[in-house]
């Protein structure tokens, strides 16, 4: 199949789950035979060559703005695709819907991922929700198919828009790497420090763990990955709390081998997002058999099962202080959490039975049209 994927910033992925989600398929797809390209955003992957990982690389340009950034270049390169003619064209981000229909013009089949609940976001103000929320509706009628990456995602379609979509969650194929040049260049010892890997944007909820950290009599550390655009009041005002604990760290982004080796030397792994489907960072903690804490919204419950512990989102900083205190008491109940977690990492979210149904899938629409 000759398959497009758009909506995203691009591969190599240095951002977030899409991007993640776009590599690890894309890369499976070539590896089976098929044609894989994906549409990048020019201001903001560097990648000099034309190919990745065997993924042919198309870079456009957009407009670089919070609002117009992912649209215009959805845009640009839905129009680019007519000339193409892909056999598929995959898109990433329900805000995205309204243009799934530009590549069927010419034959070309389309596929929406439409993620999580993005309208809950907090960085969106009133009409942005209103504008996501319209997308959703259209996302059950402008593309050949959609589907979710949670349950609870689909059965939210299924009660809302009286529609069931296919479900295809995300993978957690990590590497393992030792304490080495990333621990030593922040500080850290293995074992020694609590981790936060996302997007530090007010819906990522992170000052629930700065706060919470900060009340823990602790020799541990408190590292959070991460950064974002368009939000510089935010983790301005995040990184202010922090600035009287020398124990909380704030690294910026970290990818590839350096966030792998963050990942696989952490203590404890705290997801505090309270909004988004299934988070690509939780998914990967749990396969470095991370002891995992995540805010108890539906999404963070449905990816963890019975692997670790919550807290309740609602009651913040506290909630999650309690938490955490009883795990640093009981190092042997941190370690077992861990080991189920990677068990139940390694049985359900393998990057290759998810590249299965979307193949699957893809073919299927292929075949019935």
């Not at 994906?38 to 670089?64: D, Q």
């Amino acid at each position: 199949m000759r398959i497009a994927i758009l909506g995203i910033r691009g591969v190599p992925a240095n951002y977030g789950g899409f991007e993640t989600c776009a590599e690890q398929l894309g890369t499976r797809l070539v590896q089976r035979g098929h044609h894989v390209t994906v549409y990048c955003r020019s201001h903001f992957i560097r990648h000099p060559e034309a190919t990745y990982k065997g993924m042919s690389l198309i870079k456009l340009p957009t407009v670089p703005n919070k609002y117009l950034d992912t649209i215009v270049h959805t845009w640009v390169a839905s129009l680019h695709s007519l000339v193409r003619q892909y056999d598929i064209v995959l898109y990433f981000n329900v805000g995205n819907s309204p243009l799934t229909w530009i590549p069927r013009l010419v034959g070309s089949k389309t596929i929406l991922n439409v993620d999580g609940l993005d309208w809950k976001r907090e960085k969106w103000p009133a009409w942005a929700k209103r504008y996501i929320q319209w997308s959703e509706y259209l996302a059950i009628k402008l593309p050949n198919l959609y589907l979710t990456d949670s349950q609870v995602v689909q059965t939210y379609y299924r009660q809302r828009y009286g529609h069931e979509p296919p479900c295809i969650a995300y993978g957690s194929e990590v590497d393992y790497v030792p304490p080495g040049d990333t621990l030593a260049r922040f500080g850290l010892n293995p074992q020694q420090y609590i981790l936060f890997v996302g997007r530090l944007v007010p819906e990522s909820y992170a000052h629930h763990l700065v706060d919470a950290f900060k009340a823990l009599d602790t020799d541990l550390k408190c590292v959070l990955v991460g950064d974002a655009p368009y939000v510089d009041r935010y983790i301005t005002w995040l990184k202010a709390k922090a600035q009287d604990d020398p124990r909380i760290i704030f690294t910026g982004y970290v990818f590839g081998r350096g966030y792998h080796e963050l990942g696989s030397n952490s203590t404890i792994f705290v997801e505090t997002a309270g909004a988004g489907g299934t988070h690509p960072a939780l998914l990967e903690a749990m396969r470095f058999g991370s002891c995992v804490v995540v805010n108890n919204t539906l999404e963070n419950l449905e990816t963890l099962g019975d692997t670790g512990l919550s807290y309740e989102g609602s009651v913040g900083a506290p909630a999650l202080k309690r938490v955490l205190q009883q795990l640093i008491a009981n190092p042997t109940v941190m370690k077992q959490y861990g080991e189920k977690a990677r068990h139940r990492a390694c049985q359900v979210y393998s990057w290759e039975s998810i590249t299965d149904a979307y193949e699957k899938l893809m073919q299927a629409l292929l075949e019935a049209h």
